[in-house]
């Protein structure tokens, strides 16, 4: 019967020597995930380079994905503490902003106003704030809150119209 799925297998410090991919591939493996949030650009040559010498031992074509983070992007802190968005909110990140309150916070990287535009969508809070880019002007995203939450150092975003 022909397999109709593939195997991905994340590798990390305790699966990246040659008898763990050894028997990742011999159970079936076809990619195998690096994380580039942690480690270093070494390690993961390091590996990547194991896992091709094991797949040819193994006479087998074996990917290899490179799962790199989005840019994270640090907003400002609150005046008082955290804070709640509510679906439908509006809400400004301000790069001139020094403390944030219910409708506005600083971001940390001021080239943000020029890498989106409206219709992006920015992630707080590690994806689960959402909100919707409505317009830039000057030193100001003027954004809605699509889905709602508590406050966060962090903010990715993404910048073409409608992603998440």
Request: charged share 25%; proline share 4%.
């Amino acid at each position: 019967m022909i397999r109709r799925t593939k195997i991905v297998a994340t590798l990390g410090p305790a699966s990246s020597d040659a008898s763990v991919i050894d028997r990742l591939i011999e159970a079936g493996v076809d990619v195998v995930r690096l994380n580039f949030s942690h480690g270093t650009a070494e390690n993961h040559v390091r590996v990547a380079a194991l896992v091709r010498e094991r797949a040819r031992a193994h006479g087998r074509a074996i990917g290899v994905l490179a799962d790199l983070q989005g840019p994270k992007i640090r907003i400002g802190r609150f005046a008082g503490g955290k804070i709640h968005l509510n679906e439908g909110d509006p809400f400004v990140l301000d790069i001139h902003c020094r403390e944030g309150d219910q409708t506005r916070v600083g971001v940390t990287y001021p080239e943000l106003v020029n890498d989106v535009e409206r219709g992006a969508t920015l992630l707080l809070n590690d994806g689960m704030i959402v909100l919707w880019v409505e317009r830039v002007e000057g030193p100001e995203i003027h954004t809605r809150v699509v889905q709602g939450g508590g406050s966060s150092p962090t903010a990715r975003g993404s910048t073409g119209p409608g992603e998440a």
